[in-house]
């Protein structure tokens, strides 16, 4: 246990640990800002819940650290026994065969849409396939939890664009304009 709690200038931490992402929760991205709720563990086997804010170039900006029997109280509906579960599929299955799953499940959602234009299925078999492979995405996470920052940039660069776009209308030649 813990006791002593300080405030510095990156927000609040917990004595002088050396953190290690054990794995993804969720993230969230606003106005090109990243929340990202991960699990972490400390040099000496504390178990905590990390909040972490990164600005718009994927620029770590600061943590806030939650013991998990209180981040199950705050993060209702997102901390649960879940992402635990995500984080055992990859020790107990193996990385390579849940890269094989990511690689079936995405077939199975191309196959999916494929009907569903073609009115051989409705719209939950469609749903169904997504989940399959939102929880591949995050066990992928899991998987390159040592890639996270570059994670971050890459997908912060892509909603940048994409935004642009938007705001252009979808006018394909801002495409061009940027790259010239
Ligand atoms: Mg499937």
Redesign the pocket.
């Given at each position: 246990m813990v006791e002593g709690i300080e405030k510095q200038k990156t927000g609040f931490k917990f004595g002088k640990h050396r953190l290690t992402v054990t794995g993804v929760i969720k993230n969230w991205v606003f106005h090109g800002r990243t929340y990202r709720l991960l699990t972490v563990r400390t040099h000496d086997n504390l178990n905590y819940v990390s909040l972490r804010l990164y600005n718009q170039t994927g620029r770590f900006i600061k943590q806030l650290l939650v013991e998990p029997e209180i981040a199950q109280f705050i993060f209702q509906g997102f901390y649960t026994e879940w992402p635990d579960t995500l984080n055992k599929a990859v020790e107990v299955f193996g990385k390579e065969k849940q890269i094989d799953m990511a690689e079936e499940?995405c077939a199975?959602l191309i196959v999916s849409i494929k009907h569903l234009k073609r009115n051989r299925c409705g719209e939950e078999a469609v749903i169904e396939?997504c989940v399959?492979v939102e929880l591949m995405i995050e066990q992928m996470q899991n998987i390159f939890k040592d890639k996270l920052g570059l994670w971050g940039n890459i997908k912060a660069e892509k909603m940048e664009r994409l935004a642009k776009l938007v705001e252009a209308g979808g006018d394909i030649r801002l495409k061009e304009v940027n790259d010239g």
């Open positions: 499940e199975e396939e399959d």
